[in-house]
Nanobody
Framework: QVQLVESGGGLVQPGGSLRLSCAAS????????MSWYRQAPGKERELVAY????????QLADAVKGRFTISRDNAKNTLYLQMNSLKPEDTAVYYC?????WGQGTQVTVSS
């Protein structure tokens, strides 16, 4: 049974940082490209970041380039999203996916 469990969300002030984690189980994590998506209220879910199997290639949405970093630890079956210089428009529920299953999401709120 595939499980993706996100954690690390919360309330942060503009300019602050958060590190999201996604613990994966039930599939071969090291063989799966992974992505982070986010969905803000009233908006469609959008791709934030993508990473290949061995982390050789990553892709970030234009809105987060230079501020977010996606990484993975295949030994720990864990995906990460380091988010720096957070802005109010980054407020959303953040989801990880192996492109077949989704986690339950973790709320990120950027507000003063």
């Amino acid at each position: 049974q595939v499980q993706l469990v996100e954690s690390g969300g919360g309330l942060v002030q503009p300019g602050g940082s958060l590190r999201l984690s996604c613990a994966a189980s039930g599939f071969t994590f090291s063989s799966s490209p992974m992505s982070w998506y986010r969905q803000a209220p009233g908006k469609e879910r959008e791709l934030v970041a993508y990473i290949t199997l061995s982390s050789k290639y990553t892709q970030l949405a234009d809105a987060v380039k230079g501020r977010f970093t996606i990484s993975r630890d295949n030994a720990k079956n864990t995906l990460y999203l380091q988010m720096n210089s957070l802005k109010p428009e980054d407020t959303a529920v953040y989801y990880c996916t192996n492109h077949n299953a989704w986690g339950q999401g973790t709320q990120v709120t950027v507000s003063s």
